[in-house]
């Protein structure tokens, strides 16, 4: 899943894509790997907290992780069948 979202937003301005952790104390730690952390630069145009509230307010909504100068996706809970509609989600927020 975090491939499929990696893959997704490869090649946009700006953002940094690392697969990592989001554990149960909300901090990130290299493995196991269970979200994508997108750092959001100047260059992408727009910041984490608007690709949040982006991803909040649309269709389906998507909640995600705002940690300083990055949006986290954690995917673990993520049925497999909305997958694809997650990668599009996401995407789209950062056009």
């Not at 952790?21 to 290299?30: A, D, G, K």
């Not at 269970?34 to 100047?42: A, F, K, S, T, Y």
């Not at 995917?75 to 995407?91: H, I, K």
């Amino acid at each position: 899943k975090v491939q499929l979202l990696s893959s997704r937003l490869a090649g946009k301005p700006g953002l940094d894509l690392t697969p990592m952790c989001f554990t149960m104390e909300e901090t990130l730690v290299p493995e196991p790997v269970n979200c994508l952390r997108i750092r959001v630069g100047v260059e992408s145009g727009t910041t984490a907290t608007e690709v949040d509230d982006k991803l909040q307010v649309g269709d389906p909504s998507v909640l995600a992780h705002v940690v300083d100068d990055a949006l986290v996706v954690v995917v673990d809970s993520v049925p497999d069948e909305d997958d694809e509609l997650l990668a599009e989600r996401l995407s789209a927020a950062f056009s």
